[in-house]
């Protein structure tokens, strides 16, 4: 198979996503589909599978009105151009946010 058909994201089918899990943090832009509301089922969809996952959402330029900072859906925003300075700290701030299991 080739294309659309080759590779169907296991989210937006409500499965489980292999990458996700194994994910110590996922970085995606929003615009990179060319599709927001696209992009915010995605989004949403992967915080109710993989809540302990944390997300770094890039957008570069137009800011976002449904990412949210806190709650189940929270997602750490980068707003503007994603540099790789901005990148590390919008990482780490995401990582930051993860609960620490009791040891």
């Known amino acids: 198979m080739r294309g ?3 590779y169907r994201c296991p989210v937006l089918e409500g499965r489980s996503c292999d990458l996700a899990e194994r994910a110590d943090v996922l970085v995606y ?3 990179a589909s060319g599709d927001a509301a696209g992009a915010r089922t ?3 969809g992967i915080r109710d599978i993989h809540p302990d996952t944390p997300i770094v959402l890039t957008s570069p330029g137009i800011e976002l009105m449904w990412e949210e900072s806190a ?3 929270s997602v750490t ?3 503007g151009q994603p540099t790789a300075a901005r990148l590390h700290v919008a990482i780490q701030e995401a ?3 993860v609960p620490v299991a009791p040891g």
């Open 4 to 6: 659309a058909d080759a």
């Open 42 to 44: 995605l989004i949403e």
């Open 29 to 31: 832009d929003v615009w």
């Open 71 to 73: 709650g189940s859906h």
């Open 77 to 79: 925003a980068l707003e």
């Open 95 to 97: 990582l930051a946010k």
